[in-house]
């Protein structure tokens, strides 16, 4: 089995931005998703109605005004990690540049038949 040795010397900030919105998005969308079902879920269950005549009205708590708030809860996450993301990649070029990079060892497990 031949082995390679690599180092990953240099990430480029802009591939891991592209990287991070794609995959963001996904998650962005599952989050939409998830909470849509679970506000579904406890308005069938009829436990919405105590709390939101408890903060202050018949139909406070709407499906709109949570939707809008997870929107903007995820929007913000998304926005965010895209930037960090790329923070990240001029960080580990910097860090890199000093200490040599990430070490990868690539194995060929193809076998001859």
Not at 79 to 96: E, H, R
Request: charged share 10%.
């Amino acid at each position: 089995m031949a082995e390679t040795n690599l180092v990953v010397d240099k990430v480029s900030p802009w591939s891991a931005m592209r990287i991070t919105a794609a995959t963001g998005f996904i998650g962005f969308l599952v989050w939409l998703a998830a909470v849509g079902l679970l506000y579904l879920l406890l308005s069938g269950m009829g436990l919405l109605a105590p709390i939101s005549e408890m903060i202050g009205g018949e139909d406070s708590i709407s499906a709109g005004l949570v939707l809008g708030l997870a929107a903007a809860v995820g929007a913000l996450w998304w926005v965010l990690s895209i930037g960090f993301m790329a923070l990240g990649a001029v960080i580990y070029n910097a860090c890199g540049g000093l200490v040599g990079g990430l070490k990868i060892s690539l194995a060929d497990d193809s076998q001859a038949a």
